[in-house]
């Protein structure tokens, strides 16, 4: 579980193919304090952490990522260099300041345009009517791992604002127009949608006791 805070940027230092695809990721994290099978989200996608160490370029963890978090995810475009926004997993008693985020990546939305709005950086996205349809103004997604609120919705695209702040603590700022990043979009909008489609289909629904 996360919340959508990125706590760190992270570099792609190595890519290796064997069965699944193993990614070396060079990072500012104690490696000392990173448990191995430990869940860490990079750039939104829920990843365990299989090795980790500190050599003379600094520290880093290695994950694995399966052949379908390739095919669902921008995953399988890393290479070396890329930078992954990174976020450790929420342990109980941390602040929650973005959202409820699982790190499971729901499709791919990709930039429509950019605009300078203010010191704000306006990006309008686009992805498919099927996920669209959890999106709503002034609710929460995550991009790239980041938590956002969305301030304008439009059949298949919708709108967000990125300050300052997060564009120079994140990669979100970076986005140039046709990228892709990778969509969760709110669980609690998930679950909303499935309760609709159940009583629409005059399923029974729980009752509060």
Request: charged share 20%; hydrophobic share 40%; aromatic share 4%.
């Amino acid at each position: 579980m996360f919340t959508g805070i990125i706590t760190d940027i992270g570099i792609v230092r190595s890519v290796e193919t064997r069965g699944d695809t193993r990614f070396v990721i060079g990072c500012t994290y104690d490696p000392a304090k990173i448990a191995t099978g430990a869940s860490i989200a990079c750039s939104g996608c829920c990843l365990t952490v299989t090795d980790k160490g500190r050599d003379g370029d600094g520290n880093w963890f290695a994950v694995d990522a399966s052949a379908e978090t390739l095919s669902l995810t921008t995953a399988g475009d890393w290479q070396t260099g890329t930078r992954l926004n990174l976020e450790r997993a929420l342990k109980i008693g941390d602040e929650l300041g973005g959202h409820i985020v699982t790190g499971h990546v729901d499709g791919l939305a990709r930039v429509a345009s950019t605009a300078p709005e203010g010191d704000s950086l306006r990006l309008l996205f686009e992805t498919t009517d099927a996920l669209a349809r959890f999106v709503a103004t002034k609710g929460s997604v995550t991009l790239d791992g980041v938590s956002l609120t969305v301030n304008h919705v439009a059949g298949g695209q919708f709108g967000v604002n990125i300050i300052p702040h997060t564009q120079a603590e994140t990669t979100l700022g970076a986005l140039t127009s046709g990228d892709a990043v990778n969509l969760e979009i709110d669980v609690l909008a998930r679950y909303v949608a499935r309760l609709e489609e159940a009583r629409s289909a005059g399923q029974e629904t729980p009752e509060h006791a």
